[in-house]
């Protein structure tokens, strides 16, 4: 099993931190889908002191998503240490979780993100300067290097160890890679073996094979699933059955999508208000549909949607034409 810390998961599945994604309401529903752990969007460190409005709202945490993980983003030592001991006092997060691995350039330009794979000195001093200031369980997710010239990620793992950080969750990609490319399992192995604290491997884990594959391949001590869970909650239900049975349950049916993204949809409602839920469920319907015949015209009627009754509509109409299509299964 993983355990972070004192921290104890039930399995070792992880969602990854995804931003603009991962917000509560996906939360629940990937610890309902069974991950192990969940980890929330990044969070930067100067909306956490000047306490943003938006920001604040990021922190909150339903009791139902644990245990979970904060991710906290920032440049400056003290304005980090400031963000992790609020974090540390007013939250209920198990983890706080230092971003290392954001490639995006305003990030990049705040000396923040993945910056810091160029210097694990500063890691160093960093992370030890977060451990000595909250009671939290510190860990730290990033990425293999900056580019193929400037590839230190055991040199930078080591660090995290040294400064007392309890877990590192790797993704095998290099700044420059951005998403794009392949994800370097290898250079997961070689972490995991530099380093005595858990090891989390994230990067092309599309099916519940290939999440078995990582963690035999590199000896990983979880698998952080990200891009393959948006829309497919059914990804992290899947692997974490065929990691502790060999077991692989089905695909979900259009249906099953369908009421997944509906109930999606009122989590998002309570959280954010319905304005705001019907904007920010166009990306995440445009996911749900994503391979469903018909999914493209639905998507586009989303896009054009209002209110949360007619988005509900649209939904609910195509549930029933997709329950309609669907084979009865033959009973022989």
Known sequence: ?????????KNRVVLAPMAGVCNSAFRLIARRFGAG???????????????NKRTMNMLYIDDREKPMSLQILGGSRETLVEAAKFVDKNTNADIIDINM???????????????WLLDPDKIYEMVAAVVDAVDKPVTVKMRK?????????????????????????LHGRTRVQMYEGQADWEIIRQVKASVGIPVIGNGDVRTPQDAKR???TTGADGVMIGRAALGNPWMLYRTVKYLEAGILPPEPTAKEKIDVCLFHFDQLTKLKGEHLAVLEMRKHAAWYMKDLRGGNEIRKKINLSETGDELRLILKRFAAEATQQEP????G
């Open 328 to 331: 009865v299964p033959a009973h």
């Open 214 to 216: 990582l963690l035999e």
């Open 101 to 115: 691995g954001c490639p995006v350039p305003k990030v990049i330009k705040c000396d923040a993100g993945s910056k």
């Open 145 to 169: 290097g900056w580019d193929d010239d400037h590839i230190y990620a055991v040199r930078n793992a080591q660090a995290v160890e040294r400064a007392g950080g309890q877990a590192v969750a």
């Open 1 to 9: 099993m993983l355990k972070i810390g004192p921290i104890e998961m």
């Open 37 to 51: 752990l969940v980890c929330a969007e990044m969070v930067a460190d100067r909306g956490i002191i000047h306490h």
